[in-house]
């Protein structure tokens, strides 16, 4: 089945350092949510992309979908303590499934 | 609104033990789905539902059982219990989906271990 492949899996940086994930599908996507989830927390929805080659910032995240709609990434510029978590990217697998990535962890040294 | 709501919070079962955990949300969204999250290893998808009395299987349905007689309830059953079974389960809804995909609300999870 189809499948979402999210790299790295681990992130330590210096404060102030850029931060970048990536996703990769197996198969073309229609459209990729990215979530974030704060240590002990549960998964929140950050954004959605649904055009080729489609390109999103909120604040200080640059999120992008490929040309091919096969991939994504979230890059974050001078990370600070709060960007600290977990984050997801996913899209819709078989059926009515929803798929996500393992995720990166992110970890900010101060 | 409450939005996504699971009980319990934590839970300690005996191997062989069956329990239910229980979600429920006030939005009136269609879509609800069981995600077991493991270290390393994402969000894995159980079971999920498209609508009252319809609910179909993810990628690790093994060992669970759902239903849903409700729009707004969704619970998960485990069967018998197993270590392998240990887990952070989240309950998520949405308007609908998951083509196209919806934004997934996600409750506080339930934290469960089986010894």
């Known amino acids: 089945g189809q499948q979402v492949m999210q790299i790295p899996q681990y992130q330590h940086v210096q404060e102030g350092e850029d931060f970048t994930t990536y996703c990769n599908s197996s198969?073309?996507?229609?459209?990729i949510q990215w979530y974030k989830q704060r240590p002990g927390g549960h998964p929140v929805f950050l954004i959605q992309?649904?055009?080729?080659?489609e390109v999103k910032k909120q604040k200080r995240l640059t999120f992008q979908f490929g040309e091919a709609k096969k991939n994504s990434s979230l890059h974050i510029t001078a990370t600070q303590t709060t960007d600290v978590g977990t984050y997801f990217c996913?899209?819709?697998?078989?059926?009515?499934?929803?798929?996500f990535g393992a995720g990166t962890i992110l970890r900010v040294k101060s | 609104n409450a939005g996504v709501t699971q009980t319990p919070k934590f839970q300690v079962l005996k191997t062989g033990q069956s329990m239910t955990l229980q979600c429920a949300q006030d939005?009136?969204?269609?879509?609800m789905s069981w995600y077991r999250q493991d270290p390393g290893m994402g969000l894995r998808l159980i079971h999920y539902?498209?609508?009252?009395?319809?609910?179909d299987q993810g990628e690790v349905p093994n060992g669970y059982n759902v239903s849903r007689s409700t729009t707004e309830d969704f619970p998960l059953r485990l069967l018998s219990a197993a270590p392998s079974q240990t887990s952070v389960y989240f309950c998520?809804?949405?308007?609908?989906?998951?083509?196209?995909?919806?934004?997934?609300?996600f409750g506080p999870g339930t934290r469960l271990t089986v010894t």
């Open positions: 998520a809804s949405s308007l609908q989906g998951p083509v196209p995909i919806y934004e997934q609300y």
């Open positions: 198969t073309t996507l229609s459209n």
């Open positions: 992309l649904v055009k080729s080659g």
């Open positions: 996913a899209g819709p697998g078989d059926g009515n499934k929803l798929v």
């Open positions: 939005m009136n969204h269609e879509y």
């Open positions: 539902s498209v609508g009252a009395g319809i609910t």
